[in-house]
């Protein structure tokens, strides 16, 4: 099971920029799956995470508002929709499938993991 993260890239403070995580291989079932983040000189640290059904939903408290997780189980692919971006925000953003259905923030959970893609907010 392979995911790969893309969409990053550079973006003006206030301005949106939209995620996306495609899987690939075996099917993920009915598991969770979620984005993280880490700056550098920071820990890893959660920001959104969605059920397989996009009945559940949890957010950062920092991202809350502002981004809005989603996927597409036909086409095997989750996103992160980012709005109203800062230039705390900048990091290099990880998708990662959980080791069941349970929507945790816990990083403990997730054990298939993307590659990063670097996002850079400018102020």
């Known amino acids: 099971v392979q995911l790969q993260a893309s969409g990053g890239g550079l973006v003006q403070a206030g301005g949106s920029l939209r995620l996306g995580c495609a899987a690939s291989?075996?099917?993920?079932?009915?598991?969770?799956m979620g984005w993280f983040r880490q700056a550098p000189e920071k820990e890893r640290e959660f920001v959104a995470a969605i059920s397989w059904s996009g009945g559940i939903r949890r957010y950062a408290d920092s991202v809350k508002g502002r981004f809005t997780i989603s996927r597409d189980n036909a086409k095997n692919t989750m996103y992160l929709q980012m709005n109203s971006v800062k230039p705390e925000d900048t990091a290099v953003y990880y998708c990662?499938?959980?080791?069941?259905?349970?929507?945790?923030?816990?990083?403990?959970?997730?054990?298939?993991w993307g590659q990063g893609t670097q996002v850079t907010v400018s102020s």
């Open positions: 291989g075996r099917t993920f079932g009915t598991r969770a």
């Open positions: 990662a499938a959980a080791n069941s259905e349970v929507v945790s923030t816990r990083i403990s959970v997730y054990d298939y």
